[in-house]
């Protein structure tokens, strides 16, 4: 919502400054959002004269001018505008100035070898238009040396609010000024607004067919009317706030929805056959609208139509048609109540964001049907002339009576602040409410303006907001001697976890659908018939997913269509193996493809970056670790799910009763009947079969200890039957010192030529971090003795010499 300072003054009696109104308006719930004072911004540019123009010596298209300023000698400028020339008088701006419309702060320059100290400038510099084919030429009498932004009147500030979608009566200025005037910033100037008398009967008539989509309806019409520019005054009110000035009949209307928050409507009457009736649209009616479009209707839109045809998109926007142009002579002037919410359903189908239906679906205020009709009748009268019928009222002119009875201990009870009723009242006054009663409990009557009211809390924030809501006292809330409760459940904290520790892992969050075609669920092991959607949004989003994977394939795909192969992505959400909150699970599945790694192209013992069923399966024990699983009670089995890689694939439980997830190279035959190239490794693991941890006390460890000692890494070779896990020797590995090994990592196998048939080679690398001085050579070979004989002793392998 945009005004100007002297627009707001025009309803509003008030001598405080500029800051002082913003601040009260950001205080008092309109918070102000900018402030476009061009007095203050354009301080710097003067008017001056040009004195002489000549051709600059190295350059065809510039000019070098001398210019009068006013404040002494002439300034050497050299200017590119095919306009500049000696006599005219234009706006200049002295080094140091900022130049809105090019972003730059202007210095002295040198210009193909030729100083020059200034600027002449062009609107579009100014940010005064989109004008910037040359240099603003002012009158000859324009006064030398004085503020350009003084002698053109531009020292009317634009402030623009954020108002909340409740506030529909400060849609208007005349709204604002009230509020103002409730916090003291004023006196508000409300006048009687006295009937337009009308010279002879309306030969056009009206007829609702539906009440419910149009409560109330005025008309009058005027004839003889000369339809033209605004003047000057509406046309500066317009342009100031953003509107285009079109002609003066569209002005008026433009400025009583801003001025009033009375949006209106004015027909060319002669392009009016018949009587108007409002009732819905007809299937397939359409309608060429004021803003060039044409749409199609529907049942559930309600028009103002004639014998012609629909002529307006009630509340919303007018017809071209019936549009008035500079040849109007008689014109009905339109001011109607709709309903709100098929205003605004009508808006979003039609895609139609006007002036208008901002403020209908919102509310106006129904008792300023008819005085709306008569101000701007008047202002039809005054501009453009004419001689005007009689109104025409149907359905109801005022809103429903709202009385709240207002137990004063209220405002104490919710808001913690003493008012006493005598401020209460006048503040309650200043917004137009009534009070009657002088007890402890008062009755409020609502303007019709306020259809937010509606109870007591809301007499409150009335009171709260005026009075100052830094009054409200800081009061802490009673913690009681009981330990707090968690807010979050354990598996939003899980939920939450998964999440972090997959971002870290270089995992890209994505969200899917939660639905999944018939074939793809029966894949993933769902396709049962009481998950299959009865209405779904798409023939290939049928089921509910038994699976995140489907999803994160088809995401993966689309990326690696547009050139972005290598990608890593996860997802966090519900699953559904069945129709009971029992089958409803939260799973945490990854997925990567191509040269996606967590480790980039480093050392590793397949001796290449590409993905691996190895990448998704430290994805998944990172996960399940990261939402409390206990890494010791974590075991790996070869083989997972259906959808996954035979040979290429494990699965992760806790006993063999409790499976919490598979990881693995995704099938051939998963990849085509998904659609999808490979070869791409996932994981998903079901944050739900987590066990609790055990509550027990223990001794709170820092977050994160670091050792100023070097940490010392060790390769070992260990020649194994082939029978034998890559996990345990990494197990085996660190139990032999778990104080000082912080590390192991498996960075080669080997099965081949030198080794024999059943036996195959497994290297680890053995990271030791002391804690309390650096390791001599004797006791990192002690620590390498034990790592030989725990692993040598636990497998029957031997060391790789």
Request: glycine residues 10%; hydrophobic residues 40%; charged residues 25%.
């Amino acid at each position: 919502m945009k005004f100007t300072l002297s627009w707001l003054k025009d309803h509003l009696d008030t001598d405080e400054p500029l800051e002082a109104l913003a601040a009260k308006l950001t205080m008092i719930g309109l918070e102000v959002e900018h402030i476009d004072d061009k007095a203050k911004a354009l301080s710097a540019f003067t008017i001056a004269k040009v004195i002489s123009a000549e051709q600059h010596p190295n350059a065809d298209r510039l000019r070098v001018c001398m210019v009068d300023t006013g404040e002494g000698a002439p300034v050497q400028v050299v200017c590119g505008a095919p306009n500049a020339r000696a006599g005219l008088t234009s706006v200049f701006s002295p080094p140091g100035t900022f130049i809105p419309g090019k972003n730059i702060t202007l210095g002295v320059g040198t210009i193909r070898g030729v100083e020059s100290r200034g600027m002449l400038c062009s609107a579009a510099e100014l940010e005064l238009s989109n004008d910037h084919d040359g240099i603003i030429e002012l009158p000859e009498d324009a006064p030398v040396g004085v503020q350009y932004t003084e002698w053109a009147k531009l020292g009317d500030p634009v402030i623009e609010i954020n108002l909340t979608p409740n506030r529909a009566d400060c849609t208007s200025i005349h709204g604002i000024a009230r509020d103002l005037s409730a916090a003291d910033m004023g006196t508000l100037k409300d006048p009687t607004i006295a009937p337009v008398k009308g010279a002879f009967a309306s030969p056009v008539q009206v007829k609702v067919e539906d009440d419910t989509l149009c409560p109330g309806f005025a008309l009058r019409l005027v004839r003889g009317v000369k339809n033209g520019p605004s003047p000057e005054w509406l046309q500066k009110r317009l342009t100031a706030i953003g509107l285009r000035s079109i002609n003066a009949l569209v002005d008026i209307t433009n400025f009583m929805t801003f001025d009033r928050g009375r949006p209106l409507h004015v027909f060319d009457a002669a392009k009016v056959k018949g009587n108007l009736v409002v009732r819905r649209a007809r299937a397939g009616e359409t309608l060429l609208a004021l803003d060039g479009k044409t749409y199609t209707l529907d049942e559930t839109m309600c028009v103002i139509a004639d014998d012609n045809g629909v002529e307006s998109l009630a509340g919303i926007m007018g017809g071209e048609a019936s549009g008035c142009s500079e040849t109007t002579t008689d014109v009905l002037i339109e001011s109607a109540l709709w309903n709100e919410i098929n205003i605004a359903h009508t808006g979003r189908k039609l895609g139609i964001n006007s002036d208008a239906r901002y403020r209908f679906e919102r509310g106006v205020d129904p008792a300023f049907m008819v005085p709306g009709l008569e101000l701007a009748t008047k202002l039809v009268l005054e501009i453009c002339g004419g001689t005007p019928s009689e109104s025409v009222v149907v359905g109801k002119t005022f809103g429903d009576d709202r009385i709240i009875d207002f137990p004063l201990d209220e405002v104490k009870r919710l808001a913690g602040i003493e008012v006493p009723l005598v401020e209460i009242r006048r503040i309650l006054g200043h917004l137009g409410f009534a009070v009657a009663g002088n007890g402890s409990t008062v009755k409020v009557a609502v303007p019709s303006w306020r259809a937010d009211v509606h109870g007591k809390a809301d007499i409150v924030e009335e009171i709260v907001r005026i009075v100052g809501v830094d009054r409200v006292p800081l009061t802490p809330f009673e913690r009681g001697d009981a330990p707090r409760k968690p807010v979050l459940t354990p598996i939003q904290l899980r939920t939450r976890r998964a999440k972090r520790a997959l971002a870290a892992r270089g995992l890209v969050e994505t969200i899917t659908w939660s639905f999944v075609s018939k074939p793809q669920a029966e894949l993933f092991g769902g396709g049962q018939h009481e998950l299959s959607l009865a209405n779904p949004i798409a023939a290939d989003l049928s089921d509910m997913r038994p699976s995140l994977i489907p999803g994160l394939v088809a995401a993966s795909q689309r990326n690696a269509d547009r050139s972005f192969s290598d990608i890593a992505l996860f997802e966090v959400g519900q699953i559904f193996k069945g129709d009971k909150p029992e089958d409803q699970f939260t799973a945490a599945s990854g997925l990567r493809r191509g040269l996606a790694a967590p480790a980039g192209s480093g050392r590793y013992w397949s001796g290449s970056a590409q993905v691996t069923a190895f990448d998704a399966k430290a994805d998944a024990l990172t996960v399940l670790t990261a939402a409390g699983a206990s890494a010791q009670a974590l075991q790996i089995v070869p083989g997972g799910a259906a959808w996954l890689h035979p040979g290429r694939s494990g699965t992760i439980q806790m006993g063999p009763q409790n499976i919490l997830g598979y990881f693995g190279e995704l099938h051939p035959r998963t990849l085509e009947a998904l659609g999808a190239e490979g070869p791409l490794v996932a994981f998903e693991v079901i944050l739900d079969r987590i066990p609790d941890a055990k509550a027990r006390p223990t001794r709170a460890k820092p977050l994160l200890e670091l050792s100023a000692f070097q940490p010392v890494s060790r390769d070992f070779a260990f020649i194994v039957d082939r029978k034998v896990k890559a996990a345990d020797i990494v197990r085996f590995a660190q139990s032999a010192d778990r104080k000082l090994i912080t590390g192991v990592t498996v960075f080669d196998v080997y099965e081949g030529k030198g080794i024999d048939p059943d036996k195959k080679s497994i290297a680890i690398a053995v990271t030791l971090q002391p804690r309390e001085k650096t390791l001599t050579d004797q006791e990192i070979d002690a620590v390498a003795a034990k790592i030989v004989t725990e692993v040598t002793k636990k497998t029957g392998g031997t060391l790789r010499g």
